[in-house]
């Protein structure tokens, strides 16, 4: 894409140096640089007034939107950078601390891989949608349990804190 042929080339041959048909280096970078031309002829005269310009473009960029919004307010992110914080909060020590930020951890693969196989067999559209509101419900008990702990000062709440976040 920045036009440097030569150097595509060279980096082609030596990835494929060991492959049965010598010139097989060759015809990828033909095919590359066709892909690459029909990329540029298709991406010309787009603008990004583009996503706005018809319903369905418009419908389009607000899944968009909507999705990467979601994504961002489960609170996972926010959870996995302040946790050592959070738990220090609670009262618990540095070793337990590190143990359960590697339970997190844990559970965030244990969580994607299960999405990974069931999301074909639910549909991608009811996951996300009741998996939103699920995680905004737990998200307002979070908040809720939150705000007694820090009143109160009640360990019984910081199981529940703690179930709330893993969860």
């Avoid at 738990?87 to 969580?111: H, P």
């Avoid at 009811?126 to 349990?145: E, Q």
């Avoid at 703690?162 to 969860?167: E, P, Y």
């Amino acid at each position: 894409m920045k036009g440097r042929y030569d150097e595509a080339k060279v980096v082609l041959q030596r990835l494929h140096d060991d492959h049965p048909d010598p010139l097989f280096w060759e015809k990828e970078y033909i095919q590359v640089q066709r892909q690459e031309e029909q990329d540029r002829l298709e991406k010309s005269g787009v603008t990004w007034l583009e996503m706005f310009s018809t319903p369905s473009q418009r419908k389009r960029t607000l899944v968009s939107v909507m999705t990467m919004v979601m994504v961002q307010t489960t609170g996972a992110q926010t959870i996995q950078v302040f946790q050592s914080i959070f738990y220090g909060e609670l009262g618990y020590s540095t070793s337990r601390t590190l143990l359960m930020s590697g339970v997190f951890q844990i559970l965030l693969v244990a969580g994607a891989s299960t999405s990974i196989l069931i999301v074909d067999r639910f549909g991608r559209k009811p996951l996300l949608i009741s998996g939103f509101v699920l995680v905004t419900c737990i998200l307002a008990c979070f908040i809720a349990f939150s705000a007694m702990f820090q009143n109160t000062g009640d360990p019984s709440n910081i199981h529940l804190l703690l179930a709330l976040t893993f969860l």
